[in-house]
C-alpha cells in the first residue's frame, strides 16, 4: 500500500492508505481526529469540511494521494494556542451548537472565509450556505455571525 507524508495541523504524519482513500478517514482512522464528522459521504453536507492550504474543501470527497505535502487543518488544529479562532469564539458567544454533529464542518466553513477576508454577514452567511444542520441551528448561526462581524476586529 502507498505512504503518505501530510502535514496536519503543523505536524508531519506517515500514513500507509489506499490511494483513493478519503481524507476523511485518514483523519478520523488512522490519525484519531475525530472532530471532522462523516454526514453524507457525497459532498452534500459539510459535515466534513477542514481546510487545505487555507481553503475549505469536503474531506469525504478528497483522495489522500491529492492532500500529501500540502497544509491540512482540523478543527483540532484551528485555535491557536491558547487562543480560539475568531470563529470559534462567536459559535460560543452565541452558543450555537445543538447536538454539536455538524458544528466543526460549520465552524471551518466560516473560518475559512473569514481568514480569506469575507468579513461581512453576507458573505459568510453566503459561504455557509451549502452546510447542512439537521437540529436546525440556523438562528443561532446568523447571531454567532451577527457578533463576529459587529466586533472590531
Ligand atoms: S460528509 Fe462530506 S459533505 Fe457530507
Ligand atoms: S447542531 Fe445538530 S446537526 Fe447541527
Redesign the pocket.
Known amino acids: 500500500m502507498p505512504r503518505y507524508r501530510l502535514r496536519v495541523n503543523g505536524r508531519d504524519h506517515e500514513v500507509e492508505a489506499e490511494s483513493d482513500m478519503p481524507l476523511l478517514w485518514v483523519l478520523r482512522d488512522l490519525l484519531g481526529l475525530t472532530g471532522t464528522r462523516y454526514g453524507c459521504g457525497i459532498g452534500q453536507c459539510g459535515?466534513c469540511t477542514v481546510h487545505l492550504d487555507g481553503m475549505a474543501v469536503r474531506s469525504c470527497l478528497l483522495p489522500v494521494a491529492q492532500t500529501a505535502g500540502r497544509q491540512i487543518v482540523t478543527i483540532e488544529g484551528l485555535a491557536s494556542g491558547e487562543g480560539l479562532h475568531p470563529v470559534q469564539q462567536a459559535w460560543l458567544d452565541a452558543a450555537?451548537?445543538?447536538?454539536?454533529?455538524?458544528?466543526s464542518g460549520?465552524i471551518m466553513q466560516a473560518a475559512a472565509a473569514w481568514d480569506a477576508g469575507q468579513r461581512t454577514q453576507q458573505a459568510l452567511e453566503a459561504a455557509l450556505a451549502g452546510n447542512?444542520?439537521?437540529?436546525?441551528?440556523h438562528e443561532q448561526i446568523r447571531e454567532a455571525l451577527r457578533l463576529l462581524t459587529e466586533k472590531p476586529s
Open positions: 459535515s450555537v451548537a445543538q447536538c454539536g454533529y455538524c458544528q460549520m447542512l444542520c439537521r437540529c436546525g441551528s
